[in-house]
C-alpha cells in the first residue's frame, strides 16, 4: 500500500468510528424528525450516509444495500420513517440482535428487532460471516446470495450471511474491521487496489503499510491473499476457488488453503465445507467429554466422596456449599480417567484432541495442559531442557519459578539485567545487546558450548514487550542452537491480536522457520557476512546451522477464559522429537498432579473456542478499553491535578524506541501510530497495562490499592510500586467497569481536594515531605552483583552454581541471621557477606537476592528504603540469612560440613 500524507486519527478502530457515526446519525435523524434545525442536521445525516455506505461494504448486517435505503429515504425528506429504521438499526446493533434472523429480507430497511423471551431454534444457532473475495457486479453478488439461502437449513448448528469484497484490499480491510468473519472464500484472478483505502479509512489501515503487492498478478493475488489472511487472521477458515489444474497449483497455495474448489462445483460443497470448519473449530472435545460423563448415572466405588455430590447434599452441615457451587460441579467431579474421559498424564482421546485444537490455536506444534499454574508450567520446561551444568541466561526479573527452577536443574545461571526506571521503582527489560555482549564474554571464557537457554519474560508484568523476533535472530546469530523459553503469563491473549501476534514466541518460530529455508534470505545471508567489517560479530544466523528451538509458558487464566491455574505450554522445536520429547514427559511426570483438576481443563478447552472464534473481537476491545482509560485521565481536568498515566516514553528509554513515539494518544494528533511502534521499536507498550502515577497524591502505591481502591470501593488492581498502581483490562472488562473505576476515581480526586483545603500547617509540611519521599527521594534500583567465589562455576566468567548455595544451606550450622543495620556495620568492617536465601520483595515481586549472592550496599539501602509489607525470605526481627564465614571457607575448599557436600556436579571441562 502506498502512504499518503497523515490523517488524525480521532477513534482507535474502525469499530469505534462505525458505532460513533451511527450514533451521530440517529441524532441527527432524530433532530430532523422533531423538526429542529433542519438545514444543518439534513447536511450532516447527507454526509454521515456516505461515510457508511462505505464502511458498510465491509459487514453483513446492515449493510451497503439497507445504507442506499436509507439515503433514499433522507433524499426524499421522509424523516420520520429515517428516524424509525436508524434507530431500530442501532438498536440491533447494540443488542446483536440481527444475528438471530440474517437471512431476513434484505428489502426491509429497517432490520430486525431484538425479541425478547424468544427461545426458538435460530436464537440458538452461532452467528458469523464469510468473506467472498470476487470481481462481480451487484447482480452477481445477489445471486450467490440466494444460491447460499437455498443450501440453508433450521437444523444447521450454525447461521451465517455473506460478504463480497471485490478487492484483495478491500479484503484485507473487512478482516481487520469485521469480527464476525470466520471464512474466507478467494475466487481466483483478483485485482488488489482498493479507491476506500483513500480518505477517512487511511488511519485505520497502518496494520498493512508493509504490505507490496504491486508487482503480484491478478493471477497470483488469490495465493498471495491467502499467505497474508494466514499470517493476519489465522483462526479464519481459507478456501480457494479456481480453474488451475491441480497439477499447476503451488504447494504454498495447497498449503494456505484448508480446501480448493473448482469453479463448476455446486455451491452446496462450499457450504457444507463451510460449515464442517466452523465445526471443528468449535468442537470443545474435554468439556463435552466431561458434561456426558456428569450426566450419566454413576456407582462410586472410588476416591472422592464430593464426586455426584453425595457427601455434601445430604449433609446437614455443609449444604450451603453445595448450593453455592450447584450441582453440576459436583456431577462432574471425578478420580476417573475412563468411561469417555482421559488422562492428563498420558492422554489418549479428548484430552488429546483437546490438545491439539489449542497447538492449532496458538500456532504450536505441540501444546500441554497445566493445572497448578505458570509457575509448574516453568519449572516443567527449564527441567525438561537443561542439565545440571549447563548455562542459562536468565533475567534477573523473571518471576521467582524460574530461580527455582534453576535449583531444581542444576543449571548455571547467568543473569541479565533489565534497565531500571528509579522514578517509579520499577525495572523495564534486557535490552538486546546486553544478551549479545553476555553471550560474548562466555565464548571468550570458552562457556559458550554450554550455554543452552535464554529465558525471557514477555510481556513484563508492567506491560513491556520484547521484540521477539529481532532477539532470537540476533542471538541466533551467536549460539544458532539456542534455546528460547518466553514467560508469556501475561501475554496469552496476544495470539488474537494482528498487532500484538507479531511480538509472540509461537508465531516468530515459525515466521523464522520458513524465513531461514527460502532462497532469498541464504542470498541475505551471503550479503550480511561479506559486508561484514573486521572484527564485527554477524546479527544474522547460518541457515546452515540454524535450529528453531521455542518454548512458550501462558497463564491461560490470566488473559484467557479459564479457571485459576490454569496453563499451557507452547511449543515449536523442530529437535522435540529427537532431542527433549522423553525428557519433557520426564519433567511433566515430576510437576504434574495425578489427579488433574477436570474444571480446570474443561475450561482450558472452552476458553481456547472462544479464543478462536471471539478471540480477535474481545481482545480489540480490550485493547481500546485500556487506550480509552489512559485518555480519560490523561485528558480529565480533575483526575490529572492528582494523578498521571505513565507513557511510553517514560517506561521505555529514548534508546530503545526506534520510532520515537512517546504516548499512544496526543489532543492534538489523536490515536498515534501504534502499529509504527509495534513494528520497528526494540521493545513495545503492552496498551492493556496501564500503570497509573500517585506521587502527586503524597500516597503510595501500596495504601492507594489496599485503603482506597479495595477497601472503599471493592476494586481490584493488578501490581503496585511505590508510588503507581498498575489497572489491566481484558476480555472479561467492561464499559461499565470503566465508568465506574472513572467515578471512582474523581471522587477520591475530591476527598483529596477536601483533605488538602483542611490541612494544619504541620499536617501540610507533612504531607509535603510524603510527595516529596515518593516523587524524588526515590530508592536505589540494585542490579545483580556477583556469586560469591565458592559458588562460581568457572572463575572469570559469567554464570554462577545456585544449587549448591541453596543445599548449602539446609544445614543451620552454616547460617546466621544479621539485621539490616547490622549488615552495614559489618560491611563497614571488611565482611563480604553472603545470602543464604532467595529474599523477594512484592512488589516488586522477583528476588532481590539469591542464595550464594554476595551482598552489597545499594541492596541493603533497597530493602531499607522500600516501603512494603510483604518480603518473602526476610524476617525484620531476625534480619538477613547469610552464610557463615566458615561455612564459605570449606564450600571454597570442597571440604564436607556435617557430612553434605554441594549437591552440584563439577562442570564439565571444554574439549580440546
Not at 25 to 50: F, I
Not at 815 to 825: G, M, N, T, V, Y
Request: charged share 25%; hydrophobic share 40%.
Amino acid at each position: 500500500m502506498s502512504t499518503p500524507a497523515p490523517v488524525t486519527r480521532q477513534h482507535f478502530n474502525a469499530a469505534r468510528l462505525r458505532a460513533y457515526t451511527w450514533n451521530q446519525l440517529k441524532l441527527e435523524v432524530t433532530s430532523l424528525d422533531e423538526g429542529r434545525g433542519k438545514a444543518a442536521a439534513a447536511g450532516a445525516v447527507t454526509a454521515l450516509l456516505e461515510e457508511l455506505v462505505v464502511l458498510e461494504q465491509y459487514w453483513a448486517y446492515p449493510g451497503i444495500v439497507r445504507v442506499r435505503q436509507l439515503r433514499a429515504l433522507a433524499a426524499a425528506g421522509q424523516w420520520h420513517a429515517l428516524h424509525v429504521a436508524v434507530d431500530q438499526i442501532v438498536r440491533a446493533l447494540v443488542s446483536g440482535a440481527f444475528r438471530n434472523d440474517p437471512l431476513r429480507t434484505i428489502a426491509d430497511p429497517v432490520g430486525p428487532e431484538e425479541e425478547e423471551g424468544d427461545t426458538t431454534e435460530r436464537h440458538r444457532q452461532n452467528y458469523f460471516e464469510v468473506l467472498v473475495v470476487d470481481e462481480i457486479d451487484d447482480a452477481e453478488e445477489e445471486a450467490l446470495k440466494g444460491r447460499v439461502r437455498k443450501c440453508r437449513d433450521a437444523a444447521d448448528p450454525f447461521t451465517y450471511d455473506v460478504i463480497v469484497a471485490r478487492t484483495a484490499q478491500d479484503a484485507l480491510i473487512a478482516l481487520l474491521f469485521n469480527h464476525n468473519i470466520q471464512s474466507v472464500v478467494v475466487k481466483y484472478g483478483v485485482s488488489f487496489p482498493s479507491p476506500n483505502a483513500r480518505g477517512f479509512l487511511r488511519p485505520f489501515l497502518r496494520a498493512f503499510d508493509a504490505l507490496d503487492l504491486s508487482t503480484v498478478s491478478k493471477s497470483d493475488m488469490g495465493p498471495a491473499l491467502g499467505d497474508i489472511v494466514r499470517e493476519f487472521r489465522p483462526e479464519v477458515d481459507r478456501y480457494y476457488v479456481t480453474d488451475t489444474p491441480v497439477p499447476d497449483l503451488h504447494d504454498s497455495t495447497i498449503r494456505n488453503f484448508r480446501r480448493i474448489f473448482y469453479r463448476a462445483e455446486d455451491v452446496q460443497e462450499l457450504h457444507l465445507t463451510i460449515l464442517r470448519g466452523i465445526q471443528e473449530r468449535f468442537e470443545a472435545p474435554f468439556f463435552t467429554a466431561l458434561t456426558e460423563y456428569s450426566k450419566k448415572p454413576m456407582g462410586v466405588f472410588h476416591a472422592m466422596p464430593i464426586s455426584r455430590g453425595n457427601s455434601v447434599f445430604k449433609s446437614r452441615w455443609i449444604q450451603d456449599f453445595g448450593e453455592f457451587y450447584g450441582r453440576n460441579l459436583f456431577l462432574a467431579e471425578t478420580s476417573a480417567t475412563t468411561g469417555g474421559l482421559d488422562s492428563l498424564l498420558q492422554p489418549t482421546g479428548p484430552l488429546k484432541k483437546a490438545q491439539e485444537l489449542a497447538a492449532r490455536a496458538f500456532g504450536a506444534q505441540h501444546t500441554f495442559f497445566a493445572t497448578n499454574g505458570t509457575s509448574s508450567s516453568n519449572k516443567i520446561v527449564v527441567q525438561a531442557l537443561v542439565e545440571p551444568g549447563d548455562v542459562v541466561l536468565i533475567d534477573r526479573d523473571c518471576h521467582k519459578s524460574h530461580h527455582y527452577g534453576m535449583v531444581l536443574s542444576g543449571a548455571y545461571p547467568v543473569y541479565l539485567h533489565s534497565y531500571p526506571l528509579p522514578k517509579y521503582s520499577m525495572y523495564g527489560a534486557v535490552p538486546l545487546e546486553h544478551i549479545r555482549e553476555k553471550l560474548l564474554s562466555l565464548r571468550a571464557g570458552g562457556r559458550l558450548d554450554r550455554v543452552k537457554m535464554l529465558l525471557l519474560t514477555n510481556c513484563t508484568f508492567d506491560g513491556v514487550v520484547y521484540n521477539v523476533e529481532r532477539v532470537m535472530e540476533q542471538v541466533l546469530a551467536l549460539k544458532p542452537d539456542m534455546v528460547f523459553l518466553w514467560d508469556e503469563a501475561w501475554f496469552a491473549f496476544a495470539n488474537f491480536s494482528h498487532l500484538m501476534r507479531q511480538r509472540t514466541a509461537m508465531h516468530v518460530a515459525a515466521k523464522l522457520r520458513r524465513k531461514y529455508d527460502s532462497e532469498a534470505y541464504k542470498k541475505e545471508y551471503a550479503a550480511h557476512i561479506a559486508g561484514l567489517k573486521r572484527g564485527e560479530e554477524p546479527r544474522l544466523p547460518d541457515p546452515a546451522k540454524v535450529r528453531i528451538r521455542v518454548y512458550a509458558t501462558q497463564s491461560t487464566h490470566k488473559t484467557l477464559s479459564s479457571m485459576r491455574q490454569g496453563s499451557m505450554i507452547q511449543v515449536w522445536d523442530e529437535d522435540f522429537r529427537r532431542k527433549s520429547e522423553a525428557s519433557f514427559h520426564e519433567a511433566y511426570m515430576t510437576h504434574t498432579s495425578t489427579s488433574a483438576n477436570y474444571q480446570i481443563l474443561g475450561s482450558l478447552d472452552v476458553g481456547r473456542r472462544q479464543a478462536v472464534f471471539e478471540g480477535h473481537e474481545l481482545v480489540e476491545k480490550a485493547i481500546e478499553l485500556g487506550m480509552m482509560l489512559r485518555r480519560t485521565i490523561r485528558e480529565h481536568e480533575k483526575l490529572k491535578k492528582w494523578f498521571d498515566i505513565i507513557t511510553i516514553g517514560e517506561l521505555i528509554p529514548k534508546a530503545h524506541r526506534e520510532s520515537g513515539i512517546e504516548g499512544y494518544y496526543s489532543r492534538e494528533k489523536g490515536w498515534l501510530d501504534i502499529e509504527r511502534a509495534w513494528a520497528e521499536d526494540e521493545f513495545a507498550l503492552d496498551p492493556t497495562k496501564i500503570n497509573l502515577y500517585t506521587g502527586k497524591t503524597g500516597i503510595d502505591g501500596d495504601t492507594f490499592k489496599n485503603k482506597y481502591l479495595m477497601d472503599k470501593y471493592a476494586i481490584q488492581v493488578n501490581k503496585t510500586s511505590r508510588n503507581s498502581v498498575l489497572f489491566m483490562t481484558n476480555i472479561g472488562t467492561t464499559r461499565g467497569s470503566l465508568a465506574y473505576l472513572t467515578k471512582v476515581l474523581l471522587e477520591i480526586a475530591a476527598d483529596l481536594e477536601q483533605r488538602n483545603a483542611g490541612m494544619s500547617p504541620p499536617e501540610k509540611r507533612l504531607h509535603l515531605g510524603a510527595i516529596r519521599s515518593l516523587v524524588e527521594e526515590v530508592p536505589p534500583l540494585p542490579d545483580f552483583g556477583r556469586f560469591h567465589d565458592s559458588f562460581v562455576a568457572v572463575p572469570g566468567v559469567p554464570g554462577g552454581d545456585l544449587r549448591a548455595a541453596y543445599f548449602l544451606a539446609y544445614d543451620e550450622r552454616r547460617c546466621a541471621h544479621l539485621k539490616l543495620q547490622d549488615c552495614l556495620e559489618a560491611m563497614r568492617q571488611g565482611r563480604e557477606l553472603v545470602s543464604a536465601s532467595f529474599v523477594i520483595p512484592y512488589p516488586p515481586g522477583f528476588p532481590v537476592l539469591v542464595p550464594g549472592q554476595v551482598i552489597e550496599r545499594e541492596i541493603i539501602d533497597f530493602l531499607i528504603a522500600i516501603d512494603v509489607k510483604e518480603i518473602h525470605g526476610f524476617r525484620p526481627e531476625l534480619g538477613l540469612r547469610v552464610f557463615t564465614d566458615e561455612a564459605l571457607g570449606r564450600q571454597r575448599t570442597g571440604t564436607a560440613i556435617g557430612g553434605m557436600r554441594s549437591a552440584t556436579p563439577t562442570p564439565r571441562k571444554k574439549a580440546k
